[in-house]
């Protein structure tokens, strides 16, 4: 056994020459050797012997650079990877020492490793048998002792191809900076079997930054960095840490990402200030093929091509959230995850929480692609989750861009989340959900609303999303609505979507909601606006006491002006106590271009309830305000209890030039309440 291997040179007593000799040093004897031969050294001038003290230094240094062999799997004693970590700390700070393998298979602790105190690299990769990328073949069993801890002077250590697991609290622990761990498995046996920490799978203090938690430096496909799962606590806990990257591993899964293995917490949790983190990665090619990840096939112009971002973590299974962002921590970004789903992103392995939940944390993101990049590209994937795919509490500025949240990977099927694809609350302020093509979303196959908006969320935007369809395919139904507004906060606006293949309604304005802008927006047609994707309920619905409320307006984009078409109930109702909320600039029962009849099955639109003061169409616009034609039904009904509603200045039964004839197979307008006005209309 030959722990550390260095060459000294020794001044020969009496003369001016020197002899280089071979020095073994082994074991807890490399610090008494070199001690020995610095005092053996005569005694010289001042200058001779600073000469000779500074070499013996850089002799010493040279020692504590060389590799420490492990020989032996027992707890302690010559050869064991806790005498090569006692040497490493007796090392010089900032020189790092490597401990490799001679031997595979478990080591059993009978107490706790020493902390970690200097650099250093302990490479289970360098064991008897280990496949390059393949699994860890030496184990540290804890056996309820602590974990590994490496502490302050540790910076730029590297953990690699270890399993860790049993410890009485969190595997690993990091209070230094600069650590990379990569191809570990933390609270897995060498099989893959269940063998949880007590605590966190990795805790990562308010000490350490820069981290590197797995790796994957050419972004190969299928690369797993990392195993994180059977933990008790979260799998990841990055603790007022900031400027880390989490790529490439799999958190509460088994290796192969086929199921669940869960921490006990959530999968990933970001608190205390951890500020400016990546989740994940930007890359969505296959470096083997060429090909790139190219989920809609060019917006539905060419055969789709699926590649499943590289750098992402799939982070599934865990049983509360698969991520918590909290507690003031702010400008984090997820790129390219998959969470709640399988490897490939086509099958569920829910987190039991949310997928992702921010909650009281400001200008965090996730973002699946750029403005110059085809949409998806390196998509968060959001599904399968027991709650709902994103929430978003009480925090402002979240950007949320190019995501599918309900969808399988493919595009193609749906890995529902239980309750919401997106879900904004709380206070929160100033949520972008979406943006120009292709920085939209698809938020369909959920268990209720492709994204409910409610408490006092004010300043909230969803800009291009697909709420119950896949992206620019078919019918992917929200169980309830594609689009649910209750907050009061106002301020809040639902522009170029397309809400359309959902259970019940479109969208939905309701509770006490106000300050709401529905422009322009198609609900009951495809993403063309010309062939029926039905919702089967109504395509807007504003109910409650929803009030002070706009649909329509001068927004323009690829979709000219509102269209509520196809839909199984009607275009648009107003109903409740719903009052003082307006419609203008909407086609009602055509196609986008309204030349052609897509009518609504029960008729255009309805006032129902003790609906009030509600205006379908304004006199100060060129006519028509609004297009109703070609329902089946009425074009506008107004039931008895209703009041002081007016319906003015539209076409009803007309194209929209007005030239020629789409008839409502009812009447153009039945009112039936008190103080109803109906004018200037042409039918």
Not at 73 to 94: M, Q, V
Not at 412 to 436: C, E, F, M, Y
Not at 564 to 577: A, H, K, P, Q, W
Not at 640 to 667: A, E, H, K, Q, W
Request: net charge positive; charged share 15%; hydrophobic share 35%.
């Amino acid at each position: 056994m030959i722990p550390f291997l260095t060459r000294l040179w020794y001044p020969l007593a009496g003369s001016g020459s020197r002899s280089r000799i071979p020095l073994r040093i082994a074991g807890g004897a490399a610090c008494v050797a070199a001690c020995a031969a610095a005092t053996a050294i005569p005694s010289g001038s001042g200058p001779a012997r600073a000469g000779e003290i500074a070499h013996q230094t850089r002799a010493v240094t040279a020692a504590f650079r060389r590799t420490f062999a492990v020989t032996s799997r027992a707890s302690s004693g010559p050869g064991t990877l806790r005498r090569g970590l006692i040497l490493a700390n007796a090392g010089p700070p900032g020189v790092t020492t490597t401990i490799r393998f001679r031997v595979r298979g478990t080591i059993s602790l009978l107490r706790p490793l020493p902390a970690i105190s200097r650099p250093v690299i302990i490479d289970g990769t360098s064991a008897p048998a280990y496949r390059r990328g393949g699994p860890p073949v030496v184990a540290v069993n804890c056996n309820v002792q602590a974990g590994l801890l490496f502490a302050r002077g540790s910076a730029r250590s590297q953990l690699l191809g270890l399993a860790v697991d049993n410890a009485r609290g969190d595997g690993v622990t990091l209070a230094a900076s600069f650590i990379t761990l990569n191809r570990d498995y933390i609270g897995l046996g060498l099989r893959g079997q269940p063998a949880g920490n007590r605590g966190d799978g990795v805790y990562v203090s308010p000490s350490s930054s820069a981290d590197l938690i797995g790796l994957n430096r050419f972004a190969a496909v299928g690369v797993v960095a990392n195993v994180i799962s059977a933990n008790r606590g979260n799998g990841i806990e990055l603790s007022g840490s900031s400027g880390n990257t989490v790529v490439s591993n799999r958190i509460g899964t088994n290796p192969a990402g086929s199921r669940a293995i869960p921490n006990g917490g959530n999968g990933i949790v970001l608190t205390g200030r951890s500020d400016r983190n990546e989740i994940g990665g930007t890359a969505f090619v296959d470096k083997a093929t060429g090909q790139a990840n190219n989920p809609t096939g060019d917006k539905g112009t060419v055969t789709p091509v699926f590649v499943v971002p590289p750098l992402g973590n799939l982070i599934s299974g865990n049983v509360r959230n698969g991520v918590l962002i909290g507690d003031g921590s702010r400008d984090n970004v997820l790129n390219g995850n998959f969470i709640g789903t399988t490897a490939d992103g086509d099958g569920a392995i829910g987190n039991l929480g949310n997928g992702v939940w921010i909650d009281r944390a400001n200008n965090n993101q996730l973002t699946g692609c750029k403005f110059v990049n085809n949409p998806f590209v390196y998509y968060n994937v959001v599904s399968g989750n027991r709650e709902n795919g994103l929430r978003i509490t009480s925090a402002s500025n979240s950007v949320v861009q190019g995501n599918f949240f309900g969808s399988a990977a493919n595009n193609a099927a749906t890995v529902r989340n239980r309750l919401d694809g997106i879900l904004v609350d709380g206070s929160s302020g100033n949520t972008q959900v979406g943006g120009v093509i292709p920085l939209g979303n698809v938020s369909a196959g959920n268990g209720s609303n492709g994204i409910e908006v409610a408490g006092r969320a004010h300043g909230f935007t969803t800009f291009n999303t697909f709420g119950g369809l896949h992206a620019f395919g078919g019918a992917a139904p929200n169980g309830n609505d594609g689009l649910l507004i209750t907050a009061t906060g106002g301020d809040n606006l639902a522009r170029t979507n397309v809400m359309s293949g959902n259970r019940h309604n479109g969208i939905e304005i309701a509770g006490n909601a106000s300050g709401v802008t529905v422009d322009p927006d198609i609900a009951g047609l495809d993403t063309d606006g010309t062939a029926r994707l039905s919702n089967g309920g109504d395509g807007v619905l504003i109910d409650d006491s929803a009030h002070g409320n706009v649909i329509g307006g001068t927004l323009r984009s690829v979709i000219r002006q509102n269209t509520f078409s196809g839909n199984l109930g009607y275009g648009l109702v107003i109903t409740g106590r719903a009052h003082d909320n307006q419609v203008i600039d909407s086609f009602i029962g055509t196609g986008i271009l309204g030349l052609t009849a897509l009518g609504n099955g029960h008729g255009g639109v309805l006032v129902a309830g003790h609906a009030y003061r509600n205006a379908i169409g304004v006199l100060t616009v060129k006519p028509p305000s609004n297009l109703i034609s070609g329902n089946r039904g009425n074009g506008v009904t107004l039931l008895t209890r209703t009041s002081f509603n007016r319906v003015v200045n539209n076409y009803i039964g007309l194209d929209r030039t007005g030239r020629r004839r789409i008839p409502n197979t009812g009447r153009p307008v039945l009112n039936l309440g008190r103080f109803n006005v109906v004018a200037a209309n042409r039918t």
